[in-house]
């Protein structure tokens, strides 16, 4: 009998579920992670229904601007990236593309989307293997491996996506394997739509002027940036995505390494609606890594230095991985570059924690005050460099670049391609979560019989 889940109305608002049946859940995330009823906490929402996301210290940021960081860090998996692989499977199964028992789950990623693919298949009933770089963090094999599920590592680091596809591609012979590929399924794009988007608008109410002025995310898969879209649609939210310095893949057609784990993979994403994004902004890998030292091991220093209440300071520490402070930084970029001072807001996203970063920073011993104190220029110096507006050619050249992948690589068509450039594909793309929801609660045994 197949496993079911949360329908996308539940996982943006879990109040839809029984009272009974959400407390049994939020009991198994701490007693049971590994229980199948933990699928209905995949959710940005807090036991006591509040959006889990804080205001980003203004001693650190340097800016007026609020900017307030969605963090993941409480989805089942540490990650919301759990979020886009629940979200892909359930649609396969739906579909009847995939059985329990039967069929083994790929994901091929570069982290996150990977550890949330290795819980959330054997959860559903399913084998999970992951393709993953070789040069990712080890505490990334480490909980894939404790999830459950096998994993294959690739050569290369965060941006050798083509070695993933290569040995994908091997994959695909063996007759059990199924591919759940973020980069082209838009269960990702619809899971971001759904369940992100009211999430953002809800935590930006709190604050200043009570709606979203921009959106900012770092494109790995290019899912969480989908968010954007229905904030622009809803509030009129200013768009932009980061990418490295070091892999410049969308800012003049670059290419390279980079450390900046979860974003940069050097192509552009099937899933990515680039003629809607408003600007593209750069972000130094070195940057990341020592604004985490900062927020990691630096609290008493910079609060120090600041004036901040202590307080604040340890409230980061264990809440960032790196691509968390690729985000903020280019928040406070986004700030400066459009001017926006008191009570505007810029949301963005802690994607995970530190729990998978220690290893990292190991690498990079001497951290004392004197550095703490300098590399404090990383949030208050962060410049205008590296910036590309998304005029109408920009955009233009972001989609052709699709080219490669896609259709030379990956076996669309042209005619794909071209119906990506229509803002309606992507408004039919919205709609169906709630298809989605309609066949779920058709199939779906009564959820005390879930239990």
């Known amino acids: ?45 807090l036991a006591d229904g509040t959006v889990n996301g804080f205001l980003f210290p203004k001693a650190l940021t340097g800016v007026d601007a609020n900017i307030l960081v969605m963090s993941g860090q409480h989805f089942p998996t540490g990650s919301h990236k759990v979020g886009a692989a629940y979200s892909i499977a359930l649609e396969h199964q739906l579909a009847g593309h995939i059985e329990a028992g039967r069929h083994t789950l790929v994901f091929p990623s570069t982290g996150n989307f990977g550890i949330g693919g290795s819980w959330v298949g054997p959860r559903l009933g399913y084998r999970s293997l992951v393709v993953l770089p070789a040069e990712m963090s080890a505490e990334r094999f480490e909980k894939i491996r404790g999830y459950g599920a096998d994993v294959i590592a690739t050569p290369g680091c965060e941006s050798n996506v083509k070695e993933i596809y290569d040995e994908v591609k091997r994959l695909r012979g063996v007759p059990e394997n199924r591919i759940l590929n973020q980069f082209e399924e838009m269960g990702n794009y619809r899971f971001h739509c759904a369940v992100t988007a009211p999430a953002a608008a809800e935590l930006a109410k709190q604050y200043g002027d009570g709606k979203v002025d921009a959106f900012v995310s770092a494109m790995g898969s290019s899912g969480t940036i989908g968010a954007g879209d229905v904030l622009k649609a809803t509030q009129g939210t200013f768009i932009v995505g980061l ?73 980061l520490v264990g809440r960032f991985g790196v691509s968390g402070i690729c985000n903020v930084l280019g928040a406070i970029k986004t700030a400066k570059y459009l001017g926006l001072g008191k009570g505007a807001n810029i949301v963005t996203m802690a994607t995970d924690a530190f729990d998978r970063y220690p290893s990292v920073l190991a690498k990079r011993p001497g951290f004392d005050r004197d550095r703490a104190l300098r590399d404090l220029e990383v949030f ?10 998304g005029t109408r050619e920009t955009r233009r050249r972001w989609h052709n670049q699709k080219y490669f992948t896609w259709v030379e690589q990956q076996g669309k068509s042209v005619d794909e391609l071209r119906a990506l450039d229509d803002q309606s594909f992507w408004a039919a793309e919205r709609a169906k979560a709630d298809d989605m929801d309609r066949a779920l609660l058709a199939v779906r045994p009564p959820l005390a019989a879930l239990t």
């Open 243 to 315: 990418e490295p310095v070091q892999c410049p893949t969308l800012y003049n057609a670059g290419f390279g390494g980079h450390r900046i784990e979860g974003i940069g993979d050097k192509h552009v994403t099937w899933v990515h609606n680039v003629m809607n994004m408003d600007a593209m902004m750069c972000i130094d890998d070195e940057a990341c890594l020592r604004g985490l030292e900062v927020v990691q091991q630096g609290a008493l220093w910079w609060c120090e230095a600041t004036g901040a209440d202590p307080a604040e300071g340890r409230a």
């Open 1 to 45: 009998m197949p496993i079911w889940g949360p329908t996308f109305a539940e996982m943006r608002d879990p109040a839809r579920l029984p009272e009974s049946f959400r407390r049994l859940a939020l009991i198994a995330s701490h007693q049971a992670p590994l229980d199948p009823v933990n699928l209905f906490n995949i959710t940005w929402k």
């Open 380 to 389: 208050h110096g962060a410049g205008l460099d590296w910036i590309q507006e």
